[in-house]
């Protein structure tokens, strides 16, 4: 048996009870997850500082010195502390335990040299350390460390019941012992030469215990290549595996609706971008595979008329399609939108939301199965299992971010057949992680917008400047142009927001009274149909101002509304700010997006803001993002399980990602199925890798 199959508990040191500790806190199982266990930061212990070098920097310091008394101080209500003074030949400091104080009371030796290690803060003219790392010298001085100190994950409990790092360290060094450090390696050899990478043993033993900066560097570079690698190789692979394997519904022809639409009935020219996403698109439909492709485009760039048009391609080959969308709001726009671009085609579109009447719900669902319904747009009402099609050719999903990804998968479990699945976004996600995460998808993107519209001009104002920015929407709503005003909604300070957003409300209407002003007013806590009421009035223009919290951020289109206000716009991170941008500048008018925020900003906040100003760019803003918030954040809890990385960083490690990818596909392309002798090793390693980590997608 692999003896890093060996159940964790067997490992000298470790035990039923540690074993247990371990299995649960960090999923360590067996001898080869401890293995795999990767130091989150390296420690530099070549250095031990005097007393009086110490400053108040918060840094993890060494010194060697003796304890020369100890004393429990009482802190009232029946609290204490351990305090012990602590000297070297420059001075002298405290130490303090305020947990254990009884072990290390009787356990502790005066006047012998100790090397302690941890934080110092200053008291007064005093430093002190609490819970200082402490090893006696002689001890320190015998064992056999390396400069560069790994600092392994752990958890507030592994702490707590006595599995500090040092005992971790313990267990590495025993696990070298146990199994002679032999790892096999599992990249070909002429991957090795070719990228310089450490063989797989070298990396193992220096990721765990560097001789130095250099050595260290390797291991990683070496491991986080590994890592992605086989990333790649299985969402790559399994992109193979799903052409060949699952037959799509091929939409051999271009008929006539289609051409009737594209020759007659466009309201305007496609852009390039368009045009040439629809080619990528009918391409994919045309084959036999089905269709799995991620849609990319800015807010505006246009991206429901090829929408449309894909829907027309399945009504022409005999299938019928479903859009289905996050809210309500936007479902119906896409209904009114869609049925107005296709008014002169011979089609039936029908919309069903929440609010769908029992009556109207019995019609769509018969006419769904008796195939005489074309298009099905909604919400996830489409999902219910009552909703049953009588052949879905292809599903587009809008906005995917909100959708769970099992319930999208119900949507392609009502057919015998997967339908092809287009799905849209307006959130530009970042190459990086769009390589990691739909590294199995195809991507197409919609990076230009249609001609004639002026970049938003974004502007950063202060609260104590709101008598200038209520001039300048006066002055903007005097030429007949409509204004959002948003106010954040937080689900976990809902009630809180809501008040904000009713104050406001209240000052706005004092500000901008009637009859000269009107103000439309939308949030969460209002029926559907109010809502719907109050957007359908501002839509036609019969208010000025519209004042709402997030609900109008997906996807509402009011081409004459020119100013967008985001009030505490420090507390909207950036994708939902560039969202919100996006609501303006629709039309042909110069548009602007002012955020209001109060004087006192974080540094994150600052560059939230800074970015919004210099950039309309969606994946450049996108970018940013990720380097503030990180993958998993981005990409909300239920997908990060992908991201879920034992040592590459998707963000700081974007140019091995990139050269993973390349090279997973110039080897799959030489040998598919991962057969070659040269790759033997490989493909045992795959196997196994595969059988533990599923990698998912937003799709499948
Ligand atoms: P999004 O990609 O945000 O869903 P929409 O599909 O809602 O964008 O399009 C935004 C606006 O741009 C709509 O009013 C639409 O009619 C218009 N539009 C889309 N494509 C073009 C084009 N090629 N030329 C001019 N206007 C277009
Ligand atoms: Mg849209």
Request: a positive charge; hydrophobic letters at 40%; aromatic letters at 8%.
């Amino acid at each position: 048996m692999n003896l890093l199959e060996t159940p964790i508990e067997f490992l000298k040191g470790v035990g039923p009870q540690r074993g247990d500790l371990l299995r649960k806190e960090l999923s360590i199982h067996k001898y080869g997850d401890l293995l795999n266990l990767f130091p989150n930061r390296y420690i530099d212990r070549t250095r031990y500082y005097k007393i009086n070098e110490l400053q108040n920097s918060n840094s993890e310091v060494q010194i060697v010195g003796k304890i020369i008394n100890i004393k429990t101080v009482e802190q009232g209500k029946g609290k204490s502390r351990l305090v012990a003074t602590f000297i070297d030949e420059t001075g002298q400091m405290e130490l303090v335990w305020f947990q254990g104080q009884k072990w290390i009371r009787e356990s502790i030796k005066i006047n012998v040299p100790y090397v302690i290690f941890g934080k110092v803060s200053q008291f007064g003219a005093t430093y002190n350390m609490a819970h200082p790392e402490m090893e006696l010298l002689e001890e320190h001085k015998a064992s056999l460390r390396s400069a560069m100190q790994p600092v392994y994950p752990s958890t507030e409990k592994l702490a707590n019941k006595g599995i500090s790092n040092k005992v971790i360290n313990k267990m590495m060094q025993q696990l070298f012992v146990e199994t002679q450090a032999l790892f096999s390696e599992n990249l070909p050899n002429y991957l090795l030469e070719e990228l310089k990478l450490v063989p797989k043993n070298a990396a193992l033993f220096n990721i765990h215990f560097p001789k130095s900066q250099d050595l260290l560097a390797k291991a990683q570079f070496r491991l986080k290549f590994e890592e992605l690698f086989f990333i790649q190789l299985q969402l790559i692979t399994k992109n193979l595996i799903r052409k060949h394997k699952i037959k799509g519904m091929p939409f051999e022809k271009v008929g006539e609706n289609f051409n009737n639409f594209y020759k007659n009935h466009l309201p305007f020219d496609l852009t390039n971008a368009q045009k040439r996403v629809l080619k990528e698109i009918r391409n994919d439909l045309g084959s036999n595979a089905q269709m799995n492709r991620l849609l990319q485009g800015d807010v505006g760039s246009g991206k429901t008329i090829v929408a449309l048009m894909c829907m027309l391609l399945a009504k022409d080959n005999g299938f019928q399609s479903c859009l289905m969308a996050p809210t309500e709001i936007l479902a119906n726009q896409h209904f009114n939108g869609i049925t107005e671009l296709a008014k002169e085609l011979n089609l039936n579109i029908k919309l069903l939301t929440g609010s769908t009447k029992t009556s109207e719900r019995k019609v769509i669902h018969e006419a769904l199965e008796n195939g005489s319904l074309d298009i099905l747009i909604g919400t996830h009402a489409l999902l219910e299992d009552k909703v049953q099609f009588d052949n879905l050719g292809l599903a587009i999903i809008d906005e995917q971010h909100r959708f769970g990804v099992e319930q999208r998968s119900k949507l392609w479990k009502k057919n015998a057949i997967p339908p092809h699945v287009l799905v849209m976004t307006a959130t530009p996600i970042p190459r990086t992680l769009a390589m990691s995460l739909y590294g199995d998808l195809d991507i197409s993107v919609i990076d230009e917008l249609p001609p004639g519209r002026k970049p938003i001009q974004t502007v950063h104002r202060y609260d104590s400047n709101r008598l200038k920015v209520w001039k300048f929407l006066k002055d903007e709503i005097a030429r007949d142009r409509q204004v959002y005003i948003v106010y954040p909604l937080i689900q976990e300070s809902e009630k809180m927001d809501y008040k904000d957003l009713m104050d406001g409300y209240e000052s706005i209407s004092r500000d901008f009274p009637l009859p000269h002003y009107s103000i439309s007013i939308v949030h969460g806590k209002m029926k559907p149909a109010d809502k719907d009421e109050e957007m359908r009035r501002f839509s036609e223009g019969k208010t000025n101002i519209m004042v709402a919290t997030t609900v109008i951020e997906v996807g509402v289109n009011v081409p004459n509304a020119s100013v967008m206000v985001i009030e505490s716009a420090e507390r909207f991170g950036l994708s939902q700010l560039h969202q919100l941008r996006g609501r303006v500048g629709r039309g042909a008018e110069q548009s602007y997006c002012i955020l209001m925020t109060s004087h006192k900003l974080s540094n994150d906040s600052k560059i939230r803001m800074e970015t919004m100003v210099r950039t309309n760019d969606g994946f450049e803003i996108s970018e940013v993002d990720l380097k503030l918030r990180g993958p998993g954040d981005i990409m909300g809890k239920q997908q990060s399980g992908v991201l879920n990385l034992q040592i590459a960083d998707l963000v700081k490690d974007k140019d091995i990602l990139q050269l993973a990818r390349h090279h997973a596909i110039k080897l799959l392309k030489e040998d598919a199925p991962i057969e070659k002798p040269e790759h033997a090793k490989l493909r045992e390693a795959f196997i196994e890798l595969s059988k533990k980590k599923t990698i998912w997608n937003y799709i499948s």
